[in-house]
């Protein structure tokens, strides 16, 4: 028998009779859930899929798993552009997609408690019933899962003025690598008990534990939004307008940026007819990396800025696609300081995904010069591993690696994500 083999009977075996239930290993299903939505990261073929329904089997799952040592990759809606859901080989994913009720909603205290399955738009549109807001808004919302937006630390267009997915977690379940089940935060107003695991857990993209149960804070719904629309000779003329802004105090849900490539894609993709139709601009925005992909195969970078530094990082992406003669979009949250240049390239020619490569670098390293970070909200997943000591000091390296140790001494979680 081949080693994948034996791995899934010992496997099948541990789990006992709730392997039936949960197992999944038919060759071409399997291979569905290899990868997530990046470019440029390694992933691996994993022997089974195990798609629990219950903290109780999760936990189940990472027992038999720790006590194998198999390596586990957890798996939200497979949304995520960073490459931290990416199987490995001799692994196993697993995959949250079945535990995706939502357990409460508390309109008094503003709470609301759902599994990590719960698909972000859904949660946000059952809240809105009862005149309340979940502000967190990827531009993946309509699929991306609450358990990956924990994990991966998800931001969003409204994140200017309200902040990102961890200003909103309260409280978590989490089983840990051992099948030990912990359970972190309070439903309180206010909590200061002890070290903050839910703030180390927010953003730990599945290397500390499994995440199985979310309570996220809540706030009145808003009244109806006003959109302002205004075009620029230049994308720096653009930039300065957003740090204008941003020194006038004025408090806005958004302040988005989308460049001419990305704004002329768009419309081509949608027909929207975006000069005159401002109140689609959302939407617009939600469809750039849809509409940007029709270009050609692509890279998307992830980094943020102190918004005094916008129009730098603007002006070094253009520096960037004049020198190595690619087409580089610029969209994203320019109201934080957070951009996402996708950079268009050929797949099918070597020079032009040498050229991607050293794009990708240089952007991401002009952020750094900027005194920004590699990641402000997709994660550093396998796509910035090499990235992140770079951007750490060394005490700071060494420490995370150490409480990484501690929560998985076997090292089974998430293998070659983050460090």
Not at 4 to 15: G, I, N, Q, S, Y
Request: proline fraction near 5%.
């Amino acid at each position: 028998m081949t080693a994948a083999v034996d791995r899934r009977t010992d496997l099948m075996r541990a789990l006992g009779g709730l392997a039936g239930d949960i197992v999944i290993d038919d060759p071409g299903i399997v291979a569905a859930y290899r990868r997530d939505e990046s470019r440029f990261t390694e992933a691996g073929m994993p022997f089974a899929v195990l798609t629990p329904r219950s903290t109780d089997e999760v936990a189940a799952c990472l027992r038999a798993c720790h006590e194998l040592r198999v390596p586990v990759v957890t798996r939200g809606a497979g949304s995520g552009l960073s490459g931290g859901a990416n199987a490995v080989s001799d692994g196993v994913v697993l995959s949250l997609h079945r535990m995706n009720a939502i357990l409460a909603i508390d309109p008094v205290e503003r709470l609301a408690v759902a599994q990590p399955g719960v698909v972000t738009g859904e949660l946000r549109a059952a809240v809105a019933a009862q005149g309340l807001l979940y502000p967190p808004d990827p531009g993946s919302v309509a699929f991306c899962t609450l358990g990956g937006n924990v994990a991966t630390g998800a931001g969003g267009m409204c994140c200017v003025k309200y902040g990102v997915t961890g200003d909103f977690v309260e409280a978590l379940e989490v089983v840990l690598a051992d099948g030990r089940v912990l359970r972190t935060g309070t439903r309180t107003v206010k909590g200061v008990a002890g070290y903050d695991l839910t703030g180390l857990l927010v953003g730990s993209e599945g290397t500390l534990g499994v995440i199985t149960e979310i309570t996220v804070r809540l706030v009145p719904a808003p009244g109806p939004a006003a959109t302002l629309v205004a075009s620029f000779a230049d994308l720096a003329a653009a930039g300065s307008a957003v740090a204008a802004i941003t020194a006038a105090g004025v408090s806005c849900s958004a302040v988005e940026i989308l460049d001419r490539t990305t704004l002329r894609a768009v419309d081509a993709h949608a027909k929207m007819g975006l000069g005159e139709a401002a109140a689609m601009l959302l939407e617009a925005r939600r469809l750039a990396l849809p509409a940007l992909e029709r270009l050609g195969d692509w890279l998307l970078d992830d980094v943020c800025v102190p918004r005094a530094e916008v129009v730098a990082l603007i002006e070094a992406v253009e520096r960037v696609a004049a020198e190595t003669g690619l087409t580089i979009g610029v969209f994203g949250h320019a109201g934080d300081g957070n951009l996402h240049p996708p950079i268009i390239f050929d797949r099918g020619d070597a020079d032009s995904v040498a050229a991607a490569t050293a794009a990708f670098d240089a952007v991401t390293a002009a952020a750094l010069a900027l005194g920004g970070t590699i990641t402000g909200e997709h994660g550093v997943g396998r796509l910035k591993a090499t990235w992140l000591t770079r951007e750490l000091d060394p005490v700071n390296a060494s420490i995370q690696r150490e409480l990484r140790r501690t929560f998985d001494p076997r090292a089974i979680l998430n293998p070659g994500v983050v460090l």
